[in-house]
């Protein structure tokens, strides 16, 4: 007994030793880490050039836009990342750092993804503007000169062409881009288009102030965060189906048989509205590459160029099979790409 | 009864107490002896339940996704794609062709087609027929009587759209103007539009907006809008002009939809190896597309848009109709689930890589955590001095055990980033070596205090006969002590790991969480354990996550089987060790 266990142990130590000694090989993969909305494309794409092309597979993980960019930003060499998916713009502070590591991150925007508002199949349907989301979840609301909590129980008393259904809005949490995305494009833009703006501040509010009680959105149940993904909203709409959702475009699209889609402003979300900019709430996506493993990590630059190609992220491509929007400038997109290589 | 002679006043009568006859007290505790056992069967009872919809949650959603729908269709490498210039074929020329405007979007389309046409299948008459379908059960729905009939004798489809469309516009123009004051307009817009379906053929509907125009004339506006709202002519007109627009609308891109072309590089590399394919056919079963899936089982009917598969339209579904009549749809065990590797795209999705990488990490885990959790216990049981030292560190192991596991994975990101410094790079990242290492560190807690107990339970009487005999400490313990403390140790071992399997949360944080470039990993003694992998619990998290509802409520609970049935079966190796090893004293 004792003797089969020590020589399997045995075994097992040098072949653990043997292993340790082949550390330091070359990486011939690209990584990638990110953005978790960014992640099902990025793998499609992954999965594509690993076949396409006869580099290996590159390595893609979630982890979400701002871990990614900070992996990113660690410093340069093998054992850091290589590109780094992003559903939200990097900020000056984070260049910065990745200046002071020696990264040079290089932006590349691939594409458009749709923010919809999304409601039960077998429910009433809606067609939203931004002012009824903002009277719909604001926290205070300014009435007659003075801020009051929002009173505002049904989807009716908001609008009353809206259903008499109570609010339960599932809005994605403060972790995602999406949030910025709802915030500044639906929530500020109804608050001002009501002119609560700018009653709030003919009550002394300074502008900074007003935009942020625009922006403080009611807790008393009515608005759910969601921390997960859109599975996640699924399945509280699936449990509440009088609530409406925050999805993106193609997980909407995905779940058709489940959902139905509310328009903004009159416009129902599509591939070609938000392409021409008619549907108002979209966000760009991208993915930062490190300037400094060009050339260096084999096929990173193929494959940043392959993202950006015609045959994948095109109109007709596999980026909008998926379901986000292509990018009208993406031809421009790519002339930048292939000057980098340079 | 002396004494109630002598007193002379009658005994009180003294509690009748019968041994048949329960006193209240008794009756008391009874009740609640049996009130404590009906709850007890009412917790097991809920605790079965709650197994059981557990179980079958998942089994009734796992095992399905296990068999695959699969469509069986002859390849024809057409020259016309494979060798565009006409001259001599060449290996390099082909390997240039796209794989997805070349292959999928080329051979694949073309191959489809031609299966369908020669299945005897007119793929452009299915769709137009299941529009036309569509467009006459939407007219019969909105009373526009006779409308199979002009649609059967109309030319084109498209022509008769448009007609269509030219009455609707009508209508909600007549809508328009009866919403507006002038009495006269709104006659002659009405009168126009029943002219419009009269020329569309629609005698009836014509009729009635004529007699709408009278009773605008009459009874004024308001009731004239009301009876043409009611009529639902203006909606149905519309929704047949859509439907009837897509009759003419086949593209091969809809056929294509419905397969996925999987094996597209492998039929390259076969044209490639072999070029007098070029021309020729072969025979391939390439995978339908997963959002098909329910539709093929029969969970969705096809039959408005919430029982429509996501993504596909009814001249699509006729034409899957077609090819399963034909027998070109077959349904099979998904072999290929257990070697794939995990891809976004669920009709090839597999667990091959996350097996392999949670086989690894286990042996890793063996390894190591039995080395050291055997060493430390026979240290810490057999030979450690008892003071307050040794406490210190028993209490301390046995806190260990209840360490969260995410907290394992900060300490394996705080290895990575010390490895980093020293210059080892981050190719340690997203390995089994590392991956087990971690899992091990949680797994040793566990197997101490399991070694330990064994130990312990080995009676005193066979170390003294050890050392009476003459034997060592050492000899003592490892001849006599261990081999008999071996199955409890075992036994905590397979139940630590079987805890290590199912871990998730700190490989979230090295790296094991990636959805591609894992692959199947080569021999742990040629550097296996060195290479990217993947784990079970993370690629289930994966699976759960996907935007298809065919994947999250299917595939995903099928890989979960899996893991189950690992975990069974680890389980029950340990059940039957101690049964066949066990000894008591």
């Not at chain 1, 999805?247 to 021409?276: C, K, W």
């Not at chain 2, 009278?214 to 506006?221: D, H, I, P, R």
Request: hydrophobic content about 45%.
């Amino acid at each position: 007994m004792s003797h089969l266990k020590f020589s399997t142990a045995a075994i097992a130590v040098v072949a653990v030793c043997a292993a340790t000694g082949a550390v330091a090989q070359t990486r011939t993969n690209v990584q990638v880490a990110g953005s978790s909305t960014v992640l099902p494309y990025a793998t499609i794409v992954a999965e594509a050039f690993g076949a396409e092309t006869d580099f290996a597979t590159p390595v893609v993980e979630g982890g979400g836009s701002s871990t990614g960019r900070r992996l990113l930003c660690e410093g340069v060499g093998e054992g850091t990342i290589d590109v780094a998916n992003s559903s939200s713009l990097m900020s000056d502070s984070e260049r910065e750092a990745c200046m002071a590591a020696g990264v040079t991150p290089v932006e590349i925007r691939f594409g458009y993804d749709g923010i919809v508002f999304a409601s039960d199949i077998n429910g009433p349907s809606f067609a939203f503007t931004p002012a009824d989301w903002y009277y719909a979840l604001a926290a205070e609301i300014p009435m007659d000169g003075a801020m009051v909590a929002n009173p505002n129980s049904s989807w009716a008393e908001v609008n009353a062409d809206l259903p008499d259904q109570p609010i339960n809005a599932f809005i994605p949490g403060t972790n995602h881009g999406t949030r910025e995305v709802f915030e500044e494009n639906v929530i500020l833009v109804g608050c001002e288009e009501t002119g609560a703006m700018q009653s709030m501040m003919d009550m002394g509010m300074d502008e900074d102030a007003a935009e942020e009680a625009c922006l403080t959105l009611r807790t008393d149940g009515a608005s759910v965060d969601i921390e997960g993904d859109y599975t996640q909203t699924l399945a509280n709409l699936d449990s509440t189906p009088t609530g409406v959702g925050v999805f993106g475009l193609s997980f909407y699209e995905n779940n058709t048989d489940r959902l139905q889609v509310a328009t903004m402003s009159g416009v129902t979300p599509s591939t070609e509205t938000i392409s021409t900019g008619e549907y108002p709430v979209s966000r760009p996506l991208q993915f930062y590459v490190k300037q400094e493993h060009l050339g260096v990590i084999p096929g990173l630059q193929e494959y940043v160029a392959f993202f950006v190609s015609d045959e994948m992220a095109g109109p007709g491509g596999p980026l909008s099979e998926y379901g986000l929007v292509p990018d009208p400038e993406l031809a421009a997109t790519q002339e930048m790409v292939s000057q980098m290589g340079m | 009864m002396t004494d109630a002679s002598i007193s002379g006043a009658p005994k009180p009568p003294a509690a009748q107490v019968s041994l048949f006859q329960r006193s209240q007290q008794v009756q008391r505790r009874h009740q609640k002896g049996a009130a404590l056992r009906y709850l007890g069967m009412a917790a097991i009872t809920l605790v079965l339940v709650f197994l059981g919809v557990l179980l079958w949650s998942i089994f009734s959603r796992g095992l399905p996704a296990l068999w695959q729908y699969q469509a069986e269709i002859e390849i024809y490498y057409d020259p016309a794609i494979l060798n565009s210039d006409g001259g001599e074929v060449t290996a390099e020329e082909i390997e240039g062709v796209s794989l997805r405007s070349g292959f999928e979007q080329g051979i694949f389309a073309v191959s489809l087609e031609r299966t369908l046409e020669n299945a005897g299948i007119d793929i452009e008459g299915t769709v137009a027929g299941a529009w036309i379908g569509q467009a006459t059960g939407i007219l019969d729905s909105a009373g526009l009587e006779n409308g199979s009939a002009i649609i059967q004798s109309a030319d084109s489809p498209t022509d008769l759209a448009q007609e269509f469309g030219q009455a609707g516009n009508a209508l909600r123009a007549a809508n328009t103007a009866l919403d507006g004051e002038d009495p006269a307009a709104a006659v002659e817009a009405l009168t126009a539009a029943s002219e419009a379906l009269a020329a569309a053929g629609f005698e009836a509907a014509a009729a009635e907006v004529a007699s709408i125009a009278a009773t605008a004339e009459g009874e004024g506006l308001e009731a004239a809008d009301t009876a043409l709202s009611a009529t639902g002519y203006q909606q149905g007109l519309f929704d047949a002009a859509t439907a009837l627009r897509q009759a003419d609308g086949y593209e091969q891109g809809d056929l294509l939809a419905i397969i996925y072309a999987a094996n597209r590089r492998d039929v390259r590399d076969r044209v490639v190896n072999n070029l007098d394919l070029v021309g020729d056919t072969s025979r391939e079963g390439v995978p339908i597309s997963i959002a098909l899936t329910r539709y093929l089982s029969g969970e969705l009917s096809g039959v408005g848009q919430a029982q429509m598969p996501p993504g596909f339209d009814i001249g699509q579904l006729a034409l899957v109709d077609a090819m399963r009549d034909a027998g070109i749809i077959d349904r099979n065990f998904r072999w290929s689930f257990f070697t794939n590797t995990y891809s976004q795209n669920g009709a090839v999705a597999g667990i091959g890589p996350a097996l392999m990488g949670s086989a690894y990490m286990m042996l890793v885990v063996l390894v190591f955590s039995l080395l050291f959790g055997v060493a430390a216990s026979i240290y810490l049981e057999e030979f450690a001095p008892k003071n307050k030292l040794t406490d210190f560190i028993e209490i301390n192991i046995a806190n260990l055990a209840a360490v969260p596991s995410i907290v394992f994975g900060i300490l394996g990101a705080a290895i990575l980033f010390t490895l980093g410094g020293l210059g080892f790079g981050n190719s340690i990242r997203g390995t089994a070596l590392l991956g087990g290492i971690v899992l091990s560190l949680m797994t040793l807690p566990t197997i101490v205090i399991a070694t330990r107990a064994a130990l312990k339970a080995v009676p005193p009487s066979i170390r003294d006969a050890a050392l009476g005999v003459g034997a060592s400490k050492v000899q003592t313990v490892f001849h006599h002590v261990l081999p008999l403390a071996a199955p409890g140790i075992l036994t905590g071992t397979i139940i630590g790991i079987a805890q290590a399997l199912g871990e998730t949360a700190p490989l979230l944080l090295i790296g094991l969480s990636v959805s591609t470039g894992a692959g199947l990993l080569s021999s742990p003694f040629t550097g296996g354990l060195l290479e990217q992998a993947q784990s079970m619990p993370t690629v289930v998290f994966l699976l759960a996550q996907n935007e298809d509802a065919t994947v999250r409520e299917g595939l995903a609970q099928s890989a979960i089987i899996v893991m189950l049935l690992l975990l069974f079966a680890l389980n029950f190796l340990a059940i039957m060790l101690r049964r066949r090893f066990e000894r008591r004293w």
